[in-house]
């Protein structure tokens, strides 16, 4: 019997937030991998911090995930940053790129970036389905919009988290 290898799925979310690009990469760069404090249907397994000299997160850290699809199903993923470039001064872009394993294999690509109002956060995922979960490529349009969803869940997440967060002092917020 041969097994052939599943296409790749290149999934592709953009998130306009009206918040300054970095409080926002603050957040997503974050070396504890807080992300499942806001983010819904992410579950921390495992983390390994590494820092650089200003605390950033650092190449080397990772985390491990659980995700819980709205399909039902639960994915686990490890993702390890490769490299990490902060916003710089002169264009206020920054880049995060981590190699995902597990139940999903390649890469992930975080990209921050300001533009009036606030910023746009891109996030691209190149993955391909562990052999013991054919189903998620079998079933590629149901596999795309739960992934859908889970990104939709966290930019939802990320936009409370921020309005908790970040909202002026001494005022009410309806």
């Known amino acids: 019997m041969t097994t052939?290898?599943?296409e790749p799925f290149r999934l592709v979310s953009t998130w306009l937030l009206r918040a300054p690009a970095?409080?926002?990469w603050r957040l997503l760069a974050d070396p504890g991998f807080t992300w499942p404090g806001w983010w819904p249907l992410l579950r921390t397994v495992d983390t390994h911090p590494r820092t650089d000299a200003d605390?950033?997160?650092a190449p080397g850290a990772s985390v491990t995930l659980r995700v819980r699809s709205p399909a039902g199903r639960a994915l686990q993923v490890r993702?390890?940053?490769?490299?990490?470039t902060p916003p710089g001064d002169v264009d206020g872009?920054?880049?995060?790129r981590f190699t995902a394993d597990g139940?999903?294999?390649g890469t992930a690509l975080v990209?921050?970036?300001?533009?009036?109002?606030?910023?746009?956060?891109?996030?691209?995922w190149d993955v391909t389905p562990a052999a013991d979960h054919p189903g998620l490529a079998a079933h590629r349009h149901l596999s795309t919009l739960a992934h859908a969803a889970v990104m939709r869940a966290g930019e939802a997440g990320l936009r409370r988290h921020?309005?908790?967060t970040t909202a002026p002092t001494g005022r009410h917020q309806r």
């Open 22 to 24: 970095p409080v926002v």
């Open 79 to 84: 993702l390890a940053l490769d490299a990490v």
């Open 103 to 105: 139940d999903l294999a």
């Open 162 to 164: 921020l309005r908790r």
């Open 93 to 96: 872009v920054g880049h995060a």
């Open 4 to 6: 052939t290898t599943p």
């Open 55 to 57: 605390g950033r997160a």
């Open 111 to 124: 990209v921050v970036r300001p533009v009036p109002g606030g910023c746009v956060v891109a996030l691209r």
